[in-house]
């Protein structure tokens, strides 16, 4: 069965290093999405991607983060100046067509943990 | 903006015991309903879903779970549970039919535990 893959599994980084977490959907998947979950918290939603843009972010997702698809199989998230409240899990998802009714795919995760 | 609430945060049980737990959201209009696990070391997996239709629904693995508009409430329920379903399971909302937004809203999650 296709799943999501996310690399690394985990990274360390120091505050004010930028990181870029790299994710790869299930091919045929056209709805992407970023989520996190912070230690002891609930998942957050960030973003979500779709046509090569932007189609929802939440009141997180501020101007440290960017998010794109390369090289049409890959899905990245960057931060571009890591604080130390960043340190979470971070999971990507996908799903077929983005309509409401489908499942959202998870990936492994991603442990950033910013020191 | 809407929220999920979880109660039971940490559930200890023997094999063979019945399992339920809670899941109720704020969010008056129409929603889409998941419940997710996730098993040790594993990714977020989808147990079940709720849209439209039998409010009582039949997932994966012999869970199911019930879908009480009145009471904003979506309980996951297993007739006996299994050591194999330790794991932590996750409800989540969206209201993407009324706001367009796909975004999922996860509860705080439930950490099962079930004993040999």
């Known amino acids: 069965e296709p799943e999501v893959t996310q690399t690394p599994s985990h990274q360390v980084t120091q505050m004010g290093q930028e990181v870029i977490l790299r994710c790869v959907p299930i091919?045929?998947?056209?709805?992407f999405y970023w989520y996190r979950q912070i230690l002891g918290q609930k998942v957050e939603f960030l973003v979500s991607?779709?046509?090569?843009?932007?189609?929802?972010k939440s009141e997180i997702f501020d101007d440290q983060f960017s998010v794109e698809r390369p090289d049409g199989s890959n899905f990245t998230l960057k931060i571009r100046s890591t604080k130390l409240e960043d340190s979470a899990m971070y999971f990507c998802?996908?799903?077929?067509?983005?309509?409401?009714?489908?499942?959202?795919?998870f990936g492994p995760g991603t442990r950033l943990l910013v020191l | 903006a809407q929220s999920v609430s979880q109660h039971n945060h940490h559930v200890i049980l023997s094999e063979a015991a019945s399992l339920e737990l809670g899941c109720n959201y704020s969010y008056g209009g129409t929603v889409n309903l998941f419940w997710y696990v996730q098993y040790p070391g594993q990714h977020l997996q989808l147990l079940l879903k709720y849209f439209s239709g039998d409010p009582l629904v039949k997932g994966i693995k012999g869970f199911e779970a019930e879908f009480i508009k009145s009471k904003f409430s979506f309980n996951l329920r297993k007739p006996s549970v299994q050591w194999s379903d330790t794991a932590e399971y996750f409800c989540?909302?969206?209201?993407?039919?009324?706001?367009?937004?796909?975004?999922?809203?996860f509860g705080s999650g439930t950490r099962l535990q079930v004993q040999p």
């Open positions: 998802a996908s799903q077929t067509s983005g309509s409401l009714q489908e499942t959202q795919y």
């Open positions: 989540a909302v969206n209201t993407g039919m009324d706001t367009g937004r796909r975004a999922l809203t």
């Open positions: 091919s045929n998947h056209l709805y």
């Open positions: 991607f779709y046509n090569n843009e932007i189609s929802e």
